[in-house]
């Protein structure tokens, strides 16, 4: 193996690539592994930091191999933690383990797919619900999508307060737990401000002179596009604008906001945690998430657009329908289970990068989630 950069963050040649790294590592001798047997070192030369062939990999510093496309498969097709985990013949928090590796695969994946794309479409937006912990906890999940193309392009989360009709005994359990937490005031709007923030980098007017972003009747989505500057401003001048439908309206292919009904159909399809009445949910927020990103992953570079439109050549996933080319989007996926992706060297998305770092908060979770060292890298 050839050493593709350093991988110290603190060091010149972090962000290199294998043709300008080499003559800036040397060889360092080698140890032997009960995992994949003997593993070759190097030391990098300019910063003197040493590292191994299997600091690259996305197995790094794991003690058993586990077969990572097999469990992403399975998260993405209704099987749970312990089914997995049985499956495997290994622990519910080795799988996590894995499934959290996978998932800042994925956003590495994402973010690079994303960098050189520009809005080809209108966007549709929607709030998925569903609840993490219990379900005096729900939650929502900001969704924009594709208008054409149903490619997901970002989703932020946000707790929300338990709402609907309770009986007394529930509004006074409400009422004790939101004595020791309380979800944020505004924090719909909120996220969905920080979802619509993305948009400016991927719009060039030049292009598409006139973007359309169609919800719902939500009262929190105006307030959320007053509070993202550009957008503010291109609305006021007619090149941006905000369309509302109902959300009553019957959820068939005609309806504006299809696009967003049907990822929330294939949410509750195909992930465990977000079934009706299900003993399946989300313990912790960041572990669903993780799970989150990896359907994100599958959805949009995997699984073949619009399965069952009686087109039987569509054999291209939606990133292909949204522009992306797809001779990057192989390269990256062969890439996805194999090279490890290093915070430092990725451009990542607030929100995602605070997935990546496990920063979403679980409510009355004492502590932050553990998060391994060489996941930050710097």
Same mark, same amino acid.
């Given at each position: 193996?050839?050493?593709?950069?350093?991988?110290?963050?603190?060091?010149?040649?972090?962000?290199?690539?294998?043709?300008?790294?080499?003559?800036?590592?040397?060889?360092?001798?080698?140890?032997?592994?009960?995992?994949?047997?003997?593993?070759?070192?190097f030391m990098c030369t300019a910063c003197g930091r040493g590292f191994s062939?299997?600091?690259?990999?996305?197995?790094?510093?794991?003690?058993?191999?586990?077969?990572?496309?097999?469990?992403?498969?399975?998260?993405?097709?209704?099987?749970?933690?312990?089914?997995?985990?049985?499956?495997?013949?290994?622990?519910?928090?080795?799988?996590?383990?894995?499934?959290?590796?996978?998932?800042?695969?994925?956003?590495?994946?994402?973010?690079?797919?994303?960098?050189?794309?520009?809005?080809?479409?209108?966007?549709?937006?929607?709030?998925?619900?569903?609840?993490?912990?219990?379900?005096?906890?729900?939650?929502?999940?900001?969704?924009?999508?594709?208008?054409?193309?149903?490619?997901?392009?970002?989703?932020?989360?946000?707790?929300?307060?338990?709402?609907?009709?309770?009986?007394?005994?529930?509004?006074r359990t409400r009422a004790r737990i939101e004595s020791r937490y309380k979800?944020?005031?505004?924090?719909?709007?909120?996220?969905?401000?920080?979802?619509?923030?993305?948009?400016?980098?991927?719009?060039?007017?030049?292009?598409?002179?006139?973007?359309?972003?169609?919800? %719902?009747?939500? *009262?929190? /989505? =105006?307030? @959320?596009?007053?509070?993202?500057?550009?957008? +503010?401003?291109?609305?006021? $001048?007619?090149?941006?604008?905000?369309?509302?439908?109902?959300?009553?309206?019957?959820?068939?292919?005609?309806?504006?906001?299809?696009?967003?009904?049907?990822?929330?159909?294939?949410?509750?399809?195909?992930?465990?945690?977000?079934?009706?009445?299900?003993?399946?949910?989300?313990?912790?927020?960041?572990?669903?998430?993780?799970?989150?990103?990896?359907?994100?992953?599958?959805?949009?570079?995997?699984?073949?657009?619009?399965?069952?439109?009686? %087109?039987?050549? *569509?054999? /291209? =996933?939606? @990133?292909?329908?949204?522009?992306?080319?797809? +001779?990057?989007?192989?390269? $990256?996926?062969?890439?996805?289970?194999?090279?490890?992706?290093?915070?430092?060297?990725?451009?990542?998305?607030?929100?995602?990068?605070?997935?990546?770092?496990?920063?979403?908060?679980?409510?009355?979770?004492?502590?932050?989630?553990?998060?391994?060292?060489?996941?930050?890298?710097?």
């Open positions: 193996m050839v050493p593709p950069f350093c991988p110290n963050p603190a060091c010149p040649h972090h962000h290199d690539d294998a043709r300008f790294y080499a003559g800036h590592w040397k060889r360092a001798g080698s140890y032997a592994t009960l995992v994949i047997g003997r593993v070759h070192r062939e299997r600091t690259f990999s996305v197995d790094y510093f794991a003690k058993r191999t586990l077969d990572l496309r097999e469990i992403h498969r399975a998260v993405c097709q209704g099987e749970n933690l312990a089914a997995v985990a049985r499956h495997l013949g290994c622990s519910g928090d080795s799988v996590q383990n894995r499934i959290d590796r996978l998932a800042r695969q994925g956003i590495a994946l994402h973010e690079s797919m994303q960098a050189g794309l520009a809005l080809g479409e209108h966007l549709v937006a929607d709030g998925f619900e569903s609840f993490d912990r219990s379900q005096y906890f729900p939650n929502q999940v900001n969704l924009l999508i594709g208008q054409r193309s149903q490619f997901l392009y970002g989703f932020t989360h946000t707790t929300i307060r338990r709402k609907g009709r309770m009986t007394p005994a529930q509004r979800a944020p005031a505004q924090g719909i709007r909120d996220s969905f401000a920080r979802l619509l923030a993305t948009i400016p980098a991927r719009w060039e007017p030049t292009r598409r002179p006139r973007l359309a972003l169609l919800t %719902d009747r939500h *009262r929190a /989505y =105006p307030a @959320a596009i007053g509070k993202v500057p550009t957008l +503010a401003r291109e609305r006021i $001048a007619g090149r941006f604008v905000h369309q509302t439908y109902s959300s009553t309206a019957p959820r068939t292919v005609s309806n504006p906001l299809f696009p967003v009904n049907y990822y929330d159909r294939e949410l509750r399809k195909d992930i465990a945690a977000y079934r009706r009445e299900s003993t399946c949910f989300s313990r912790n927020v960041g572990n669903g998430l993780s799970r989150m990103m990896l359907y994100l992953v599958y959805h949009n570079y995997e699984k073949h657009f619009r399965v069952g439109t009686g %087109d039987s050549g *569509r054999d /291209y =996933p939606h @990133a292909v329908v949204a522009g992306i080319d797809p +001779a990057g989007i192989e390269l $990256a996926m062969s890439r996805l289970y194999e090279e490890r992706a290093f915070l430092m060297r990725q451009s990542v998305s607030a929100d995602n990068g605070r997935i990546w770092l496990k920063e979403y908060q679980t409510p009355l979770k004492v502590g932050g989630d553990y998060l391994p060292k060489h996941a930050r890298a710097g």
